[in-house]
């Protein structure tokens, strides 16, 4: 399970999402524990199949190190890793998936003149060495001395990283996707009726199918199988990608998700155990 800590609002959905995962896993024969994060902090997980949702950094490193030992993990501990802010804006940019231009910078510096100089004013300031705690972590500022301010209360709060996006306009749009399975699910929640899967009642010049192309091609470069995220459509058509989570809630359609999820699941124990053999 995800330590409560890395649910912000989101503590009951994250587990439900988990426990459904693991009913269907039931279903088709397998004997499922559940852990808390903390018990697997504390050594408590023997199995070398682990699926999983954390984010602290103790258990990060320990998933690599189960990894590199051998075991089955997903999503990868290296993946979630990857999916922390700076890192994953370096792979997705590096990788030439669309993503905003964006500025990685320690919390103490003058960023103001190279937010002018970038043509950078309307920004978006996130946390750059962790995952997201609190709301406070990503903040909107309007300016290049509002963005200074905040960098400001971020080095205050003992923060040293942080990622800088250029503000998009555009629709929000939300995707959830399993890899390795057909499933991509995607909404515009701010639109009404909600847009899902429905070309008709969505922006002009939206393609489903180029979403789920750079959904998937960020999912193989950070070493995702289970992921989430968010989107910018412009009013021109471009998609972007502005956040990309490690196995989010699934809310909106975590049963659909999860019989889709343990497919993924035991076609990688599957490959897992022939490589044993």
């Avoid at 959830?176 to 639109?191: A, E, I, L, M, S």
């Avoid at 699934?250 to 599957?270: D, G, H, L, Q, T």
């Amino acid at each position: 399970m995800r330590a409560g800590a890395y649910s912000p609002n989101h503590i009951g959905n994250d587990a439900a999402i988990l426990n459904i995962a693991a009913e269907q896993l039931r279903k088709r024969g397998c004997e499922v524990n559940i852990y808390s994060e903390e018990q697997f902090n504390a050594g408590a997980v023997t199995e070398d199949i682990i699926i999983n949702m954390c984010r602290e950094l103790r258990s990060i490193d320990l998933l690599q190190k189960r990894e590199d030992a051998g075991a089955l993990v997903i999503n990868s501990g290296y993946g979630i890793e990857n999916c922390t802010r700076e890192r994953m804006t370096r792979i997705l940019l590096g990788s030439n998936i669309p993503h905003p231009e964006s500025l990685m910078v320690n919390t103490d510096e003058a960023i103001k003149d190279n937010l002018i100089k970038a043509g950078i004013t309307r920004c978006w300031i996130k946390r750059g060495d962790f995952h997201a705690m609190h709301k406070e972590d990503v903040s909107y500022a309007r300016h290049p001395e509002e963005a200074q301010e905040v960098l400001q209360e971020y080095f205050l709060r003992g923060i040293k990283r942080a990622v800088i996006n250029r503000h998009l306009e555009g629709d929000l749009l939300k995707f959830y996707g399993v890899c390795d399975t057909q499933f991509f699910y995607w909404f515009f929640p701010f639109k009404s009726p909600q847009a899902k899967g429905s070309v008709d009642k969505v922006p002009a010049g939206f393609n489903p199918e180029y979403l789920k192309t750079i959904c998937r091609r960020a999912a193989d470069v950070l070493d995702i199988k289970i992921y989430g995220g968010d989107a910018i459509l412009s009013p021109e058509g471009d998609l972007q990608i502005i956040d990309f989570n490690d196995w989010p809630s699934f809310a909106p359609c975590r049963n659909e998700a999860a019989p889709y999820i343990a497919k993924c699941v035991m076609s990688a124990i599957k490959e897992h155990l022939n490589k044993k053999s």
